[in-house]
């Protein structure tokens, strides 16, 4: 046994802060037998409670979020969802899978909106599309080729030049870009409020109950500082931070990234952002994201750290230079809200799931499409506990997160990785 950290931000999730206030659900206390204990109230966690609840309605499920709702990274991100992996740079073995993956993802992204639906909530979700957008020479070699496997694989899609992004977007920045009609942009503390607020009554969730310590069963014990849960089964929801309990730490990284969004503009500036709604990807890894956020304001995320944080002062004077960069027009304008979040990353892009020792089990690394992906696994997990049957599509189509080098190898190997890519990311930083 031992003490264990969770992530936790200095900052504020700028679009929970753009919400009402909301009441978190009581802290855990006391003891419990529960036959299922969930680690993390993220996208993962609740779609695996809730996939839990329906195949086995009768069941005890506790799930422990160490924040409040809306505070974690599945509120801390961009609000992209994708039901179909159109990066378009699929190898010949993931192409032949390419089916079943966009089925697992149309599977996931589904399960998001039966809960809409079902729980009567909403979280400003639009179907936008988006656009690859191209700054760098480099860039636009990316977007061509991207271009050329959308005609070969019929998928729909427009090429944009400069002109045409600067309609879209009003950014006079990009040399060209790819729009592709699948896509949809949302509000992600809504939505993972929304997920929380409506679970079935049967579930359990407890926030600002961080678990530090657990010891493997069965029965596993997972105790907080003022309660103690004895579970059958256990699911690490926690993304890279399963590695605090000792799982999986060669093959995962913890990566932190940054967002912002700009204060509320006033019609006469917001119409320098183009259409209602749009969002753009950089066509180079390390590059910058921006959306439309809302009416009137503009999310931009950039900068990646390797397992802490940056300053956020620095963070903030980095996500401006981006946002001004792009419209200099708005250089009187400023971002509001600037945060952190993490993610997990692996090495060959393939998350890190299924069963870790005997009654424990775990999801991690969705590489930065976790709202879509996450919400998969975790309903996948459950059906494994449950059923026992292995998801085999899910194998097929994402294999296993490979191995990393251990420390220092990994964050030698990681900060030269980054050195050369962010020279290669140039002006799409
Ligand atoms: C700035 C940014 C932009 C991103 N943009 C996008 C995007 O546009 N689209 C997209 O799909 N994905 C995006 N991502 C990635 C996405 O946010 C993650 O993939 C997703 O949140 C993963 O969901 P999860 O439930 O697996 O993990 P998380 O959302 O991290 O949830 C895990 C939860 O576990 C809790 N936890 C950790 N340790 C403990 C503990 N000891 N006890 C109890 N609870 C614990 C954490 O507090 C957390 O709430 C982005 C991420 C960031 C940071």
Redesign the pocket.
Known sequence: MGR????RYDDRCGWNALLPKRMPRPSAQGEHRVKYAI????????AAARRLHTLDPNAEIAV????EIG????A???????QHDLKLDLSGTQLVHADTLNACLREGFGALTDAMEQGGFTCEMQHTGRITAAATPLGVEKVEGMVSRAKTLGVVHRFLDRAAIRQATGMDYYQCGIAIDEGHLLQ?AAL?RGLADTLPKAIALYEN????RFEAGPPSIVA?AQARFLADHVIF?????IK??GYWRDRLVTI????GLTEALDSQDAANLGDPAWGVLPSHRLGT?LRRAGKNRLLV?SLYAYEKPLDLQHVHNALTSCFHRRYPMLKHRRLEHV??????LTMNGAPRWGKVVEGVYG??G?????????TL??QRLANLIVTGQPQTDVENVYGQANWVAPEPFRSIGFHAISAVERRKAGLEM
Do not use: D, M, Q
């Not at 801390?76 to 994708?82: D, H, L, Q, T, V």
């Not at 932190?256 to 967002?259: G, K, Q």
């Open positions: 264990f950290t969770y992530p680690i993390g109230g993220g996208y993962t966690g609740l422990l979020e160490a924040t505070e974690g990274s599945s801390r991100n961009s609000g992209f969802a994708s992600p993972i109950s961080p678990v530090v907080t929801a926690t993304n890279a931070a605090n309990f932190f990234t940054f967002a994201t995320r945060w952190s979040g993490t993610t997990a999801a991690a969705c590489n930065g499409s976790g709202i879509v992906k996450g696994l975790g």
